[in-house]
T-cell receptor, first 114, second 116 residues
Framework: AQSVTQPDIHITVSEGASLELRCNYSYGATPYLFWYVQSPGQGLQLLLK??????LVQGIKGFEAEFKRSQSSFNLRKPSVHWSDAAEYFCAVGAVAGTYKYIFGTGTRLKVLA | DVKVTQSSRYLVKRTGEKVFLECVQDMDHENMFWYRQDPGLGLRLIYFSYDVKMKEKGDIPEGYSVSREKKERFSLILESASTNQTSMYLC???????????????FGPGTRLTVL
């Protein structure tokens, strides 16, 4: 069955430091991959998505992610974190063709130290 | 500006009450979804709809039903609310430009439901 794993429940970084959030997926075909961010009390907002083509994807707010088929990973990165990046981040996979379902990871909560 | 709106941000109900959560999108999207979000469990799909009057069970449909009479509106119904349905409920929509394509989902702000 398809699944998405975000191994880090919480991550704390200092402002200005680099960030990498991990996402591993289990899916038989080429996946449709997404990263969303959820600020406190808000819905989810799309950061970036990968469907095909260049495996390094640029998103909003200075985020990027790299699709690595050999590692079944789609890790999210940012070179310099800002205090406003503190939020919860979700990785998602577009699921089995024809069902229109998405599978979400359990999320990684990011804390940013001033 | 695309919008998914949910009828309430916060809701408090009693055990056994019938609860309606409404979701409206203004993007003419075919697909609409209801998720519940609980700490440590991420988003779990309750129901989704790919067309008017069409619905599909998600991963946790027990205790819930849905209604989609108009394309823009997708309602989640708790027939008899229980305390274990206390949660954050998120509605989302997406377009379906091509068969099998997974476009991004647009989310509403969520409804935090407390069942006493």
């Amino acid at each position: 069955a398809q699944s998405v794993t975000q191994p880090d429940i919480h991550i704390t970084v200092s402002e200005g430091a680099s960030l990498e959030l991990r996402c591993n997926y289990s899916y038989g075909a080429t996946p449709y991959l997404f990263w969303y961010v959820q600020s406190p009390g808000q819905g989810l907002q799309l950061l970036l998505k990968y469907f095909s083509g260049d495996t390094l994807v640029q998103g909003i707010k200075g985020f990027e992610a790299e699709f690595k088929r050999s590692q079944s990973s789609f890790n999210l990165r940012k070179p310099s974190v800002h205090w406003s990046d503190a939020a919860e981040y979700f990785c998602a996979v577009g699921a089995v063709a024809g069902t229109y379902k998405y599978i979400f990871g359990t999320g990684t909560r990011l804390k940013v130290l001033a | 500006d695309v919008k998914v709106t949910q009828s309430s941000r916060y809701l408090v109900k009693r055990t056994g009450e019938k609860v309606f959560l409404e979701c409206v999108q203004d993007m003419d999207h075919e697909n609409m979804f209801w998720y519940r979000q609980d700490p440590g469990l991420g988003l779990r799909l309750i129901y989704f709809s790919y067309d008017v009057k069409m619905k599909e069970k998600g991963d946790i449909p027990e205790g819930y039903s849905v209604s989609r009479e108009k394309k823009e509106r997708f309602s989640l119904i708790l027939e008899s609310a229980s305390t274990n349905q206390t949660s954050m409920y998120l509605c989302a929509s997406s377009s379906r430009r091509a068969e099998g394509a997974y476009n991004e989902q647009f989310f509403g702000p969520g409804t935090r439901l407390t069942v006493l």
